[in-house]
């Protein structure tokens, strides 16, 4: 048995996912209730089910706004949800039912409900909050209207790489100047990114970890006062100095790849052709 929790975080109630994607927009349908979880939030598996839960899912309008139907829905997503659209699996879901404003569920607590595992890969999970709203449209008409992201990643399969990338310079050609460096033996991959901060000063980053399956996840490890270019500073060793988040991965084949960087940035990368 996995078990897995995490304390509610309140976040924006809007998100794009794909497996088929979920589509909501800053704006609320008409009717519809300002639904969110509360305290912690977890979920568990072991085989084919899940027991998804929650401290409160609660209605904050005003009394008599009544939400439509409300479901509780796991995902597993290649990078921890940002507000940008994410290709995804649910995993699992629990229907709650309506809840009136000012009402809350207590103590939630699925029972076992069927789980339908990813594909092998390394995964973040969210559980999302949705809400029936119409009866046409992706998911079944149900809308996201709340989140929580877990910070333990979902590992399915545990198996080595089924991709075999080759070294050297990566790239996306539609943002030539900046590039990563791949390097892949034993089922290992070492990325070495070459980027900019904000104020245009150059930023490099490593990171290093196991492909399983299709995917790599990684941080954005930083290092400072190392060696410079010329022999007259000495040999200096360098210096960690922290990450700068979470990188994701996904091969699609050897030599094509999706990159899932901080911030919601997302883009296609192969190997620099010269």
Known sequence: MQNFSTRY???PAVLLLTAFTLLAGAARDAGASNVTF?????YSYSGSTAILTADRVQN???SGNTSGTLK???WALPAPYSGTAITGYKMAQYTLGTLGGQFQYSNVNSGAVAFVSPPS??????????????QSGVNGGFTPRDYVNF?????????????NPPPGIW???AEIGTGYSFDFKHGVLV?????FNANGSAQWYISSGPVVGNTFVGTLDKFVAGQCISASCGYRFPTAAGNDGAVTIIFSSDTTATMYLPGGRVIPIHPSVF
């Open 9 to 11: 975080l309140k976040l």
């Open 38 to 42: 509360g305290g912690t939030v977890g």
């Open 60 to 62: 904050n309008d005003a």
């Open 72 to 74: 509780m829905e796991l």
């Open 121 to 134: 890969g390394t995964y973040y999970v969210a559980m999302i909050l949705t809400e029936f709203t119409t």
């Open 151 to 163: 910070s333990t990643p979902l590992v399915i399969g545990g198996g080595g790489a089924t991709v």
């Open 171 to 173: 790239e996306n050609p």
């Open 191 to 195: 990325v070495v990114f070459y980027s």
